[in-house]
């Protein structure tokens, strides 16, 4: 599985740096958001989710941030690591259960 | 467990022809989801399944498109007749009533229609 490709938006980040990928959404009434990666030939894969009554989520190496007041959802990777080259997405849980709808994608490069 | 199962791989076929897709889900799961991803439209749902029955299927493109469930283990995409247009990738994915945000997809079939 490819991901969506040549007008993704990049994120070139050197290894053991810090990553951020950000994401703005439209439904206010989304219940959960959601964050996936994409790896070349690969299907996506769940990250992590954050409910929309939480501001931070943190994970293995990620965290995930939820500004509601902006619409603003992004996804912080400590130390990354060439294995985080991938896309990521974002996506909501709109309400209906399990109907996700994915935004467009961030590719993130990692750098030696 | 072996993950999501979807067949073929790689489906190259000439416009007009029938094209099935074929995807097994992972053991145990209540829902069973196809996606389409293609670089001008991204990653779309068209069709899901909980416990064999459709759900939502106001994804799908058009008539052209139909997706079964015979069985808990086992769904078909069927595009027919196939336009070039439907070219991209599908994807079938599974998850738990009790995870949901948490889909597990399979590695996809990437279709051309020439």
């Known amino acids: 599985g490819e991901s969506v490709g040549l007008h993704l938006p990049t994120l070139s980040v050197q290894e053991g740096d810090n990553s951020i990928i950000n994401c703005a959404y439209s439904n206010s009434a989304s219940d959960y958001f959601i964050w996936y990666k994409q790896e070349s030939g690969k299907g996506p894969q769940f990250i992590i989710d954050?409910?929309?009554?939480?501001d931070k989520r943190q994970g293995q190496r990620v965290t995930v941030l939820l500004n509601k007041t902006v619409k603003h959802l992004s996804l912080q990777i400590a130390a990354t690591q060439p294995g985080d080259s991938a896309v990521y997405f974002c996506a909501e849980n709109t309400g209906t259960a399990s109907k996700l709808t994915f935004g467009t994608g961030t590719r993130l490069q990692v750098t030696l | 467990d072996a993950g999501v199962i979807q067949s073929p791989r790689h489906e190259v076929t000439e416009m007009g022809q029938e094209v099935t897709l074929r995807c097994k889900p992972i053991?145990?799961?209540?829902?069973l989801f196809w996606y389409r991803q293609t670089m001008m439209r991204g990653l779309e749902l068209l069709i899901y399944f909980n416990n064999n029955v459709p759900i939502d299927d106001s994804g799908m493109p058009e008539d052209r498109f139909s997706a079964k469930m015979p069985n808990a283990s086992f769904s078909t995409l069927k595009i027919q007749p196939s336009e070039p247009r439907d070219s991209a990738v599908y994807f079938c994915?599974?998850?738990?009533?009790?995870?949901?945000?948490?889909?597990?997809f399979g590695p996809g079939t990437r279709l051309t229609v020439l």
């Open positions: 954050i409910r929309s009554n939480m």
């Open positions: 053991s145990g799961h209540d829902y």
């Open positions: 994915a599974s998850s738990f009533l009790t995870s949901y945000n948490e889909q597990f």
